[in-house]
């Protein structure tokens, strides 16, 4: 648009004077270097640093970084981790454990964001009150989400204490304190804090819905149920992208959740890749191990995230 | 990582900026010690600098373990811009020593008499290649049991002497409806304890070839596949709601009455102080049944860093500072810990600091000194948290019975290693 807009106005023949043409020229560099200093930056420290962690990853670095070559040992170490099912070695739990929370976090987030929100959209009164209600948990912070929940969780100081004191004493969960089910409080916690976030993303996805397709659809005789199944969730798809590609990335990073939340389960029960790079990067001296991980959660993310991205933009243009 | 690199560089930079603006008649201490307790033991040794001239800049960096801190020091170390000083545990003060990092304080060592006073297993850990780099501050001991007075009388208990003792202690508290034991299900609490149980078990030979020289076929002999049984033993008498339990917490139950005794490290002692008791007349401090005799240590250093020139002489304050004898004394006795040199006073030390004194220069005699795997001081830190994980996962359940837990222990000692 701008490039438009200054080549027409180099075609005016008052433009050609020497002054006017250096500030042309300048309002035509002027974007790039503003954008030059985040642009250096997002290079060197995004994808500089995943070199650097790359490369790390083929080294025996320790404590500290080591810039010899050695070998994928690193990676023939994780790879047999994986299989390390009796008793479940540190990155096989990682890796279930981010398995079972990404599917359920970003599936429960979807559904239920979506449910909120179609409730929400029934014209209903005190909807102002409500919506900042379910949106506020997106404003804490990983850390007070945890230990709030932590609390709450805990049985002997939590729900089920109260419940105890209330006179409901065979009422019995202790989740956070089973290295079977540690994981699912996280799931729990995590989407308490999302899906009324992901319910804003959907609300304004309704919002936005033309409301004379809906008329003639009602007019046709439709159901509620069919006009939100035939015509209301498909026309919302491009924001199920957008929720999915949010929820993703904060699933693949809820490293401080984990922490605050349970610091790191029974065992270790509840810990993530994320722990695990931590864990064997800062606190075991096992840089190359760590890095090796962090690789493995690239991939994994790439794997996933490109050809989703590929299958829904390419259809656009359509 | 790549946020976390980003933090780092990011803190580095700004520290680097603080160390270029700064005097040279200045201390500056990376640490962790910002709680109450830690942070008013730390005033002495400000105070006894100020006298000299020094100023003190800290570097704090909040959080028990010092992962943060650790951390930090790693981008400081790394963008060149050594503190003059950095609380360390360990193989780290070894690690910085090999990178070619760490100062040498041997001239001050001799001239303050340090290789004679201060016990020869710490000074594996200050002094690298014959080099003095680091100063010991304090040296804590893991193998106590800590316990309710009013509680221990209440159930008629008397000082366990041997394990089966113990174990007939807790099945009286038990009896008499009282948790028996306090125990936070977090993994170095639960290693903790089991250094102390190896120790009992197998008797000191044995844990040092075990935990200190970390040789195989004590590692997966019959003795320890008993510790491991006798841990399980323990572990039948800890609360329901044990896992993920803080150490402080756990010792707040004891301190209360809700539960008889604690297996920690001195540093609960700080605890009790801070809830105003008394030893031998609110709580009892005895050494784990069966260890009686021996030490199990860890100890906070200060690492010396190779600073410029014109910073040493603020070095060598802080370092003859640190271990002189009216620090060592005053420090210690807020802490909770014993003095890292052996020829300091007790006089104000309470009972339990007393005995602790006495049993370090005993054990430092007689060879019965060793260091903490839980703690990081029995082997590097890759094959203490491999330990931590096998203890943890045998605690939990994640492996079932002592065979499998030795053969675990075993293979991730030899992965780390």
Known sequence: MSTVATSQIKLTPEHARPRASVRSRLQDALPKIVLAPSFAITIVFVYGFILWTIYLSFTNSKTFPSYVLTGSRAYQRLWGWTFDTDPPSSWYTSITNMGIFGFLYIAICLALGLFLAILLDQKIRGEGVLRPIYLYPMALSFIVTGVAWKWFLDPGLGLEQTLHQWGWTSFHFDWIKNKDFVIYTVVIAGVWQASGFIMAMFLAGLRGIDGEIMKAAQIDGATTFQLYRRIVIPLLRPIFLSAFIVLAHLAIKSYDLVVALTSGGPGGSAWLPSNFMYEYTFKRNEMAVGSASAVIMLMTIVAIIVPYLYSELREKPR | ?417
Not at chain 2, 259 to 286: I, R, S
């Open chain 2, 1 to 417: 990582m790549l946020r976390k690199l980003l933090i780092g560089t990011a803190l580095a930079s700004g520290l680097a900026f603080a160390a270029h603006a700064e005097d040279v008649k200045e201390v500056q201490m990376l640490h962790w010690w910002t709680s109450g307790g830690e942070a008013a033991a730390l005033n002495v040794l400000k105070g006894d600098l100020a006298k000299e001239g020094y100023a003190w800049k800290d570097v704090p960096v909040a959080g028990g373990g010092g992962d943060a801190a650790m951390t930090a020091l790693k981008a400081m170390v790394a963008a060149g811009n050594y503190p003059t000083a950095s609380q360390m545990l360990g193989y780290t003060v070894l690690d910085y020593a090999a990178a070619g990092v760490m100062g040498d304080l041997t001239e001050t060592a001799k001239k303050e008499g340090w290789d004679k006073s201060v016990p020869a297993a710490l000074q594996k850990f200050s002094v690298y290649e014959g080099k003095w780099v680091a100063a010991p501050v304090n040296v804590h001991s893991v193998n106590w049991l800590w316990i309710n007075k009013a509680v221990m009388d209440k159930i008629g208990g008397t000082e366990p002497k041997t394990f089966d003792d113990f174990v007939a202690l807790l099945d009286k508290a038990k009896a008499a409806g009282v948790i028996p034991l306090a125990l936070g299900g977090q993994n170095w609490q639960e290693a903790t304890m089991f250094d102390s149980v190896v120790l009992s078990t197998g008797g000191p030979e044995f844990y040092k070839k075990a935990f200190n020289d970390l040789d195989d076929a004590s590692l997966k002999s019959d003795t320890m596949k008993k510790s491991f049984d006798n841990l399980a033993k323990l572990v039948t008498y800890v609360d329901p709601n044990f896992s993920g339990r803080d150490w402080n917490l756990a010792t707040a139950m004891v301190i209360k009455g809700d539960a008889l005794v604690q297996v920690m490290g001195d540093w609960a002692k700080g605890e009790f102080h801070a809830a105003n008791k008394t030893p031998g007349t609110d709580f009892l401090c005895y050494r784990f049944p069966g260890t009686d005799g021996s030490v199990i240590y860890n100890s906070d250093m200060f690492g010396m860093f190779n600073v410029p020139d014109d910073r040493k002489a603020a070095q060598v304050a802080l370092a003859t500072a640190t271990l002189s004898k009216s620090f060592q004394s005053a420090f210690n006795v807020v802490k909770g810990s014993v003095p890292a040199r052996t020829d300091v006073p007790d006089t104000d030390f309470d009972a339990c600091g007393k005995k602790g004194i006495a049993d370090l220069k005993a054990a430092n005699e007689g060879g019965t000194l060793f260091g903490s795997l839980a703690q990081g001081y029995g082997a590097p830190p890759a094959v203490a948290n491999a330990y931590k994980d096998v203890v943890s996962k045998f605690v939990h359940g994640q492996i079932k019975t002592s065979d499998e837990a030795v053969t675990e222990l075993v293979k991730a000692i030899d992965d780390a290693k």
